[in-house]
């Protein structure tokens, strides 16, 4: 993305809520003759509406300019949603996103992350900041990795507007439930997926001594082997917020 627009897209994404900084950042591109200023008007009204689905005239400009917009991204980066003129949910690799030259810049709230293998060099060194104000992440491991994970989450932490954090680590459970804490890393986290994890009756009990109990509204611990007495304890002091 050139220079130029970059002021408008960090204020869209320092406010991604607001459709203000959208509007302003429109009559910018409408005055310089890009399509994507009437893309992002014709989203941000239909979204106002409360219509759901594409209207014709999004259609007919996705169509001609979708891969010429979806090329301001990192390489690889897939599964896109256009949502009010901007993408707001993505999946890409870990590696996208070490990647100083080419940074994740959008207003990205719904974040798959894909992590083939554990780098060592993501736990030596610090990652750029992530510029993106994601309310939900999914961290997908092809391989397991366990309680490396949270090292590396913490370094692009702090997390402000997180909400949801959903891990896909079969290793996570055994290694890194008891050293999950509610802290500065997650201020705003309300809901902790920890599907497949393999937590055990161990990492069930830190879960439930925690400070969890006291932040989320939904614990969602599907497939793990917990034993039947921890289930009874995770549901005394969650109640009807665990899903297990």
């Known amino acids: 993305m050139s220079a130029d627009r970059l002021p408008f897209l960090k204020a869209v994404i320092a406010a991604p809520a607001d459709d203000l900084p959208r509007l302003v950042f ?14 992002v008007r014709l989203q941000v009204d239909r979204h106002r509406r409360g219509v759901a689905g594409i209207g014709p005239r999004e259609y007919q400009l996705l169509l001609a300019h979708e891969p010429a917009w979806r090329a301001e991204l990192p390489a690889g980066c897939h599964q896109m949603r256009f949502r009010r003129g901007f993408v707001d949910r993505l999946r890409c690799h870990a590696r996208h996103l070490f990647d100083r030259e080419h940074p994740l810049l959008a207003p990205v709230e719904h974040l798959t992350v894909e992590v083939s293998h554990l780098r060592a060099e993501w736990l030596a060194h610090s990652p750029p ?25 913490r370094r692009f932490g702090p997390f402000e507007r ?21 802290d500065d890393t997650f201020p705003s986290l309300r809901v902790l997926d920890l599907s497949g994890c393999g937590v055990t009756d161990g990492g069930a009990e830190a879960l439930a001594e925690n400070g969890w109990a006291g932040r989320l509204t939904e614990l969602v611990l599907h ?22």
């Not at 917990?226 to 009807?240: C, D, E, K, Y």
């Open 162 to 182: 997180l909400e949801a954090l959903r891990l896909r680590d079969p290793m996570f459970g055994l290694f890194g439930a008891d050293a999950l804490r509610p």
């Open 26 to 39: 429109a009559d910018w591109l409408d005055e310089h003759d890009d399509p994507r200023g009437e893309f």
């Open 129 to 153: 900041p992530l510029a993106v104000p994601v309310r939900e992440l999914v961290v997908d491991c092809r391989e397991p990795v366990g309680r490396e994970l949270l090292t590396v989450l």
């Open 223 to 244: 497939d793990n082997p917990i034993s039947a007495g921890r289930r009874v304890w995770l549901r005394h002091r969650f109640g009807g917020r665990l899903v297990i």
